[in-house]
T-cell receptor, first 116, second 118 residues
Framework: DAGVTQSPTHLIKTRGQQVTLRCSPK?????VSWYQQALGQGPQFIFQ???????QRGNFPDRFSGHQFPNYSSELNVNALLLGDSALYLC???????????????FGPGTRLTVL | AQKVTQAQTEISVVEKEDVTLDCVYE???????LFWYKQPPSGELVFLIR????DEQNEISGRYSWNFQKSTSSFNFTITASQVVDSAVYFC???????????????WGLGTSLGVNP
């Protein structure tokens, strides 16, 4: 059973460019969340997708957008990249349902984005 | 407001030593969940444990043990007989309040970097 997978592993972009990161959730999971983790910091919640809609959003600008596909995979798009967007971007998945049973999220290995 | 504090930024121990990672949290919720995640150098966050706020029983899993004390709002993590492979950043997290969509998001501590030297 494959866990959460993310691509690419590493990415280097320049300021002003746009980037798309991809995530495939763990089998049986239909809820996907994205996190940004700057060096030496804890993960910061970006947003969560369920049933192809953004269900919850953290404190991130509109430059950060996402999408979820019918197969539950997800994309994170960042436009007009800034130097400060350099970070590890983590995708996490869990099955939907009652909050009590599904607070546990499983994380992918992350995509390391460097903005020059 | 919800908050998680991991006061220890870095800990360095020698193999086979026991080590305790501290976690103190703040919340006004009566029902909440606490988590510990391990992040090895590869970057992937590995789930270790989830604890329900109503269950204060300590838990042991192999060399890992967790001490949840509601009276002091702490959820400490102890590794017994540490090994080099335990070297990682460890995060404590708290499930935030339920929003209108009946979902919670995790509130994370800043992590404790544990180095276990041979």
């Amino acid at each position: 059973d494959a866990g959460v997978t993310q691509s690419p592993t590493h990415l280097i972009k320049t300021r002003g460019q746009q980037v798309t990161l991809r995530c495939s959730p763990k089998s049986g999971h239909d809820t996907v969340s994205w996190y940004q983790q700057a060096l030496g910091q804890g993960p910061q919640f970006i947003f969560q997708y369920y049933e192809e809609e953004e269900r919850q959003r953290g404190n991130f600008p509109d430059r950060f957008s996402g999408h979820q596909f019918p197969n539950y995979s997800s994309e994170l798009n960042v436009n007009a990249l800034l130097l400060g967007d350099s970070a590890l971007y983590l995708c996490a998945s869990r099955p939907d349902g009652a909050v009590i049973s599904t607070d546990t999220q499983y994380f992918g290995p992350g995509t390391r984005l460097t903005v020059l | 407001a919800q908050k998680v504090t991991q006061a220890q930024t870095e800990i360095s121990v020698v193999e086979k030593e026991d080590v305790t990672l501290d976690c103190v949290y703040e919340t006004r919720d009566t029902t909440y969940y606490l988590f510990w995640y391990k992040q090895p150098p590869s970057g992937e966050l590995v789930f270790l444990i989830r604890r329900n706020s109503f269950d204060e029983q300590n838990e042991i899993s192999g060399r890992y043990s967790w001490n949840f004390q509601k009276s002091t709002s702490s959820f400490n993590f102890t590794i017994t007989a540490s090994q080099v492979v335990d070297s990682a950043v460890y995060f404590c997290a708290l499930s935030g309040p339920i929003n209108a969509g009946n979902n919670r998001k995790l509130i994370w501590g800043l992590g404790t970097s544990l180095g276990v030297n041979p």
